[in-house]
């Protein structure tokens, strides 16, 4: 096939399917993009004071229907103009001068002067104990201004009005870093990272392959991005809060970075009342793509069912596949430390009672240690096996046994 024809197949697979339809439009209220975007019909919070401080042009809308995109929809904050999110990513160093100043809250954390900040303000009280929310970061500073000392950075900060607390929760991992190109990237915190590629008609056979990996970057023109992150904050039912979404370039005002929050994700609730939480169900279901996969909700409680392939007689885990799942539910984990998980091992009915006991036991241990290496603390995890005595299928044809060796993981709430 000439490549021409190759590459008009290509992209005519992929408009067909919708995969290039990113949308960014600038220059809305901020009062329209609070209420009727970020914050969720169902929760209980009432808002007032809405604020935005930048150019107009660093904040929008966004929309994406595409199967592979990140977030659907939602609100895009940008330190230049939120247009040049849309791809393809044909360009690595897209940047774009507002002319607005910096930051004072971000210039005492950053590396450098801060310039082109967009910050976006309001003030809310709820009924609840808990507020949540959903976000990815991007940017064009991947990957050739890792540990350059020049990141692009931004704050979500929670401020009590009452007691005068603040606490930034635009942060990731046991050790609460900052979320930045320096502390996210293929090196560090690689769980967290997503590479986008090249866009260029010489890929075009890649693209066939990958059609995913293809679309994120004909819809995206940033270099790199974070998975999809999870966020909140305990809180004081009916106290006055204000929440500050800050982003602004550091050091210089060129290569763009850019904050996606997610429509409807601004949410309240009660924790000791979620033993299955929406939020996380939301978050399995969105990023456990995979069709071997399974996700219950059972009574109180969410299960993840995983066909794990594991070695004849072993514990081992082989499959990359299966330390991928792994890695994003230690990384939804990450986000939500009053999770606690019970790890399930189950055999077909192949083996004696004892042998399949000790199988299931060990590789119950495997996954509950896999999680651990992830930075889920042993203190929020059990570990059991039940050999054959809990089968989804029958044990006499192949295909049923082989959804009976499978391992479960049970969440719910501290």
């Given at each position: 096939m000439k490549p021409i024809i190759l590459i008009s197949f290509l992209l005519l697979s992929l408009l067909s399917n919708g995969q290039t339809a990113l949308n960014v439009r600038a220059d809305l209220h901020p009062s329209f993009l609070v209420k009727r975007l970020l914050i969720s019909p169902e929760s209980d919070i009432e808002v007032e004071n809405i604020q935005y401080t930048?150019?107009?042009?660093?904040?929008?809308?966004?929309?994406?229907?595409?199967?592979?995109n990140l977030i659907k929809k939602g609100i895009?904050?940008?330190t230049g103009h939120v247009e040049d999110a849309v791809g393809p990513n044909d360009e690595g160093n897209v940047g774009r001068r507002m002319g607005t100043p910096g930051d004072v809250a971000l210039d005492r954390i950053a590396s450098g002067p801060t310039f082109d900040a967009s910050k976006l303000s309001f003030e809310f009280s709820s009924a609840s104990d808990s507020i949540f929310f959903r976000y990815f970061f991007a940017?064009?500073?991947?990957?050739?201004y890792v540990n350059k000392e020049v990141n692009d950075i931004f704050i979500f900060e929670l401020l009590n009005l009452s007691t005068g607390e603040k606490n930034n929760l635009a942060v990731v991992g046991n050790k609460k870093e900052l979320v930045t190109v320096d502390n996210i990237n293929s090196r560090k915190n690689a769980e967290y990272y997503i590479e986008n590629a090249y866009w260029s008609p010489d890929n075009a056979e890649q693209w066939?392959?990958?059609?995913?990996?293809?679309?994120?970057?004909?819809?995206?023109?940033f270099d790199g991005f974070t998975n999809i992150l999870s966020t909140g904050s305990a809180i004081v039912p009916n106290q006055k809060y204000k929440i500050t979404f800050t982003i602004a370039d550091v050091g210089d005002d060129l290569y763009d970075s850019a904050v996606f929050l997610e429509e409807g994700s601004f949410g309240s609730g009660n924790r000791q009342s979620r033993s299955a939480p929406k939020e996380l169900l939301k978050s399995l279901n969105t990023e456990l793509i995979d069709q071997s996969v399974e996700i219950l909700e059972v009574k109180n409680e969410i299960i993840?069912?995983?066909?794990?392939?594991?070695?004849?007689d072993s514990?081992?885990?082989?499959?990359?596949q299966s330390m991928m799942e792994l890695n994003v539910i230690a990384r939804i984990l990450r986000m939500d430390e009053g999770v606690l998980i019970k790890v399930e091992g189950h055999t077909d009915g192949m083996g004696s009672v004892?042998?399949?006991?000790?199988?299931?036991?060990?590789?119950?241990a495997t996954v509950k240690a896999?999680?651990?290496?992830?930075?889920?603390?042993?203190?929020?995890?059990?570990?059991?096996?039940?050999?054959?005595?809990?089968?989804?299928?029958?044990?006499?044809?192949?295909?049923?046994?082989r959804k009976n060796r499978r391992v479960e993981l049970r969440f719910f709430v501290n």
């Amino acid at each position: 096939m000439k490549p021409i024809i190759l590459i008009s197949f290509l992209l005519l697979s992929l408009l067909s399917n919708g995969q290039t339809a990113l949308n960014v439009r600038a220059d809305l209220h901020p009062s329209f993009l609070v209420k009727r975007l970020l914050i969720s019909p169902e929760s209980d919070i009432e808002v007032e004071n809405i604020q935005y401080t930048g150019n107009k042009y660093s904040l929008g809308a966004f929309s994406n229907p595409s199967k592979y995109n990140l977030i659907k929809k939602g609100i895009i904050m940008s330190t230049g103009h939120v247009e040049d999110a849309v791809g393809p990513n044909d360009e690595g160093n897209v940047g774009r001068r507002m002319g607005t100043p910096g930051d004072v809250a971000l210039d005492r954390i950053a590396s450098g002067p801060t310039f082109d900040a967009s910050k976006l303000s309001f003030e809310f009280s709820s009924a609840s104990d808990s507020i949540f929310f959903r976000y990815f970061f991007a940017s064009e500073e991947y990957p050739e201004y890792v540990n350059k000392e020049v990141n692009d950075i931004f704050i979500f900060e929670l401020l009590n009005l009452s007691t005068g607390e603040k606490n930034n929760l635009a942060v990731v991992g046991n050790k609460k870093e900052l979320v930045t190109v320096d502390n996210i990237n293929s090196r560090k915190n690689a769980e967290y990272y997503i590479e986008n590629a090249y866009w260029s008609p010489d890929n075009a056979e890649q693209w066939m392959k990958e059609p995913g990996k293809g679309a994120l970057a004909l819809n995206y023109q940033f270099d790199g991005f974070t998975n999809i992150l999870s966020t909140g904050s305990a809180i004081v039912p009916n106290q006055k809060y204000k929440i500050t979404f800050t982003i602004a370039d550091v050091g210089d005002d060129l290569y763009d970075s850019a904050v996606f929050l997610e429509e409807g994700s601004f949410g309240s609730g009660n924790r000791q009342s979620r033993s299955a939480p929406k939020e996380l169900l939301k978050s399995l279901n969105t990023e456990l793509i995979d069709q071997s996969v399974e996700i219950l909700e059972v009574k109180n409680e969410i299960i993840v069912r995983l066909n794990i392939p594991f070695r004849f007689d072993s514990d081992e885990i082989k499959s990359d596949q299966s330390m991928m799942e792994l890695n994003v539910i230690a990384r939804i984990l990450r986000m939500d430390e009053g999770v606690l998980i019970k790890v399930e091992g189950h055999t077909d009915g192949m083996g004696s009672v004892g042998y399949n006991d000790d199988l299931s036991e060990r590789r119950a241990a495997t996954v509950k240690a896999y999680l651990e290496s992830k930075g889920i603390e042993a203190g929020r995890m059990t570990s059991e096996g039940f050999a054959d005595r809990q089968p989804i299928s029958d044990n006499i044809t192949e295909s049923g046994r082989r959804k009976n060796r499978r391992v479960e993981l049970r969440f719910f709430v501290n």
